[in-house]
């Protein structure tokens, strides 16, 4: 990574500086043949971005590879192997990316052993302890990732550079946005902001992208847009960072309806990342290209370029575009009225999902699957069908929508608070009315509107929405689980895990709508099975 990529968090990035010597004649005589392949590093890395640098990288590496190798070798060998880790992960090597760098940690840990900070040897480790958290947050392994940043932190002083700071603020923000620790991931997010503002302005545009990020995953996609906006303008540290913006940007376009607008941005993030040398994020930026085709109802062809994409981010190990990609390929194929093979496509992503302990992420793609089940019943001329459709779609909403409900709890009532209910449990709830509806399950119903009604008034009470933040222009839900697949990247395509249990309060009471039946109990059971999250305790109150 660049010196500003290292701190961005963003994928596939490489650290020429970090190879770099402090000046001419900094090595001792041992080591002074290599100094020529310093001066070929940058030019190569200038020329061609990360994977140019490869073979240069590659040499290095093995001029430290000697039976009696020192201090100062060690500390060369771990700056080439922490290089060569980014450069497998642009290629979408992550296993090899996650070898390699925990390679260079070990040689830095011996170098320092041996030369402590003669050549500020620690400075080294501590970027390459942050960019294999940012591995492994891609390959599902986020609390690990965390793990090791919260270490991280504790070893840091007054004396550790900004950007190294920036740079760990930064990406325990993006992992944690897609743990939906939105709480913890705006506090990493603004510490980064802070300490760009004060030591390293040029970064502030990463921290900006990490908040619009924020704002989009938790509704409020015009604050997502003026955050994004002042990221672009601030955006000056190389190509792979202008092409995360212009990604997002074209998402945000994409939910606005500017197809056109978005297939611009779309393009020139592909372009972006293949000229930053980044052919990892490149690939996975053409489901971009994909969802503008399906905008436009090129059905074929948004489906090759997904399916395309599907078989890239399988092979390279990365769980957040798995989940993406394969979520865009279901929705094509319910375009093309393809119900079971659109449902098999989400199940895959939802299996992702869940063996990285992200079941809240499963329950926004069971809402998804729900849906998909009502146009089916929808297009079906048999009525047998038509129920099975309609059953399948309750059964699959219902426990969703109490999940998203419970998990309202991970929230300090607030805007964001707010936002998460209208956004997410609200329109969980939508799809499992509808399917009610479509049954004529009225029992159910009234079992559903009372569990509605008690969940305000048995927690904290939920303040007004500010002015800042106003409500939709109509009162029309709009069903933003369509929009997953194309949410914000805050700072790289990080990981999943499942977000935080409630808040530590007394769970709710369970309010019984029809005295002596407490068959409502049977679903919010299912839900915490499916789900792991507590919704409601043992204890019954009767709503009248």
């Not at 260079?104 to 294999?132: D, K, L, P, W």
């Not at 944690?176 to 390293?200: I, K, M, P, Q, Y």
């Not at 793609?365 to 399948?392: C, H």
Request: hydrophobic content about 45%; glycine content about 8%; some cysteine.
């Amino acid at each position: 990574m660049t010196e500003t990529e290292a701190a961005s968090g963003t994928a596939g990035s490489f650290n020429a500086q970090i190879l770099s010597l402090p000046g001419s004649g900094s090595l001792p005589a041992r080591w002074q043949h290599m100094e020529p392949l310093f001066g070929e590093l940058a030019s190569a890395y200038a020329s061609g971005g990360p994977i140019a640098a490869e073979p240069v990288t590659r040499r290095i590496l093995a001029a430290t590879e000697v039976e009696d190798i020192d201090g100062v070798g060690l500390d060369l060998r771990g700056r080439a192997l922490a290089n060569l880790s980014a450069i497998a992960e642009a290629r979408g090597d992550l296993p090899a990316a996650i070898d390699l760098v925990s390679e260079a940690i070990a040689a830095c840990t011996a170098a320092e052993a041996m030369i402590g900070s003669a050549r500020r040897t620690a400075e080294v480790r501590f970027g390459a302890v942050i960019n294999r958290a940012q591995t492994l947050a891609l390959v599902g392994r986020s609390i690990e990732a965390i793990h090791d940043l919260e270490v991280l932190g504790g070893q840091f002083d007054d004396a550790t550079p900004p950007l190294l700071v920036f740079g760990r603020h930064n990406t325990l923000g993006g992992i944690l946005l897609d743990r939906e620790r939105f709480g913890d991931a705006e506090v990493a997010f603004r510490a980064a902001l802070n300490t760009a503002l004060s030591h390293e302005p040029r970064l502030a545009s990463y921290a900006y992208s990490g908040l619009a990020a924020l704002a989009h995953r938790t509704g409020d996609p015009r604050l997502a847009a003026e955050q994004l906006e002042i990221s672009r303008q601030l955006q000056t540290t190389g190509p792979i960072a202008v092409a995360r913006t212009e990604e997002n940007l074209g998402r945000l376009l994409l939910e606005r309806g500017e197809v056109d607008a978005a297939e611009e941005r779309f393009a020139a993030a592909e372009e972006g990342y293949r000229r930053g040398g980044d052919p990892r994020s490149a690939s996975v930026s053409r489901l971009g290209r994909a969802a503008v085709l399906l905008a436009r109802g090129r059905l074929a062809a948004a489906r090759g370029i997904a399916e395309q994409v599907c078989a890239d981010v399988l092979v390279q190990g990365d769980v957040w575009a798995q989940v993406q990609a394969e979520l865009l390929r279901g929705d094509i194929l319910v375009a093309q009225w393809r119900f079971p093979t659109a449902d098999a496509a989400y199940r895959r992503a939802r299996a992702v999902s869940a063996s990285t302990g992200a079941l809240h992420e499963a329950a926004r793609i069971d809402v998804r699957r729900a849906l998909a089940a009502l146009t089916a019943a929808d297009r079906s001329l048999f009525r047998g069908e038509k129920q099975r459709m309609r059953r399948a779609a309750l059964d699959l909403a219902l426990p969703a929508a109490l999940a998203t409900d419970a998990l309202r709890e991970r929230f300090a009532a607030g805007p964001m608070r707010e936002r998460w209910i209208r956004t997410v449990s609200t329109v969980a709830f939508e799809v499992a009315l509808q399917s009610i509806s479509a049954l004529a399950e009225t029992r159910l119903a009234v079992e559903v509107i009372e569990f509605l009604c008690s969940s305000p008034s048995l927690g904290p009470a939920a303040p007004a929405v500010s002015r800042a933040e106003p409500a939709p222009e109509n009162d029309r839900v709009h069903v933003a689980v369509l929009e997953a697949p194309y949410a914000l990247a805050a700072s790289g395509d990080s990981g999943l895990a499942s977000p935080v249990s409630s808040a530590g309060g007394a769970l709710p009471l369970f309010v019984r709508a029809m005295p002596g039946d407490d068959s409502f109990r049977v679903w919010i059971a299912e839900s915490e099975r499916r789900y792991g999250v507590a919704i409601r305790s043992a204890e019954t109150v009767d709503a009248w």
